[in-house]
């Protein structure tokens, strides 16, 4: 599934992001599509997945042009502290900013989650403002580089 917003204020030709939000949680992937489409400034691509194979096939096909993972660490088949080492393993992902998305913060999950690669995370439930605030974070540091 893939969704493209022009946020507000957007200009056609403003800059671009890609966003690959893995959960199989609806309610959740339906809250981060409805917080990124209202992001000044910025054309978001949304690209979604609910399972470990199915994050790993658009990370095949998408490639280097992920700017953001979200990843869930339950999902079905293929965990997503898996799913992380793979991307990362990746020598065309190694600029791609992962972040987990959990509500369990407990040592070892934070220790695992950040040796397989993840820069951060977002912790559940979490509030519009703080999406809003890691996207334009990637956002920035990637208009940067």
Known sequence: MGYEFLAPGT??????????LVDDSSILRKFVAHVIADIDGIRIELVEATTGPEALAAVEEHGSSIDLMLCDLGIPEVDGLSVIEKVKANPDCGDMAVVVITGDMSDETVSKALETGAAGFLVKPFRGEELTKLVRDVHSRSTQA
């Open 11 to 20: 200009v056609e030709g403003g800059s671009t992001m890609k966003i690959l």
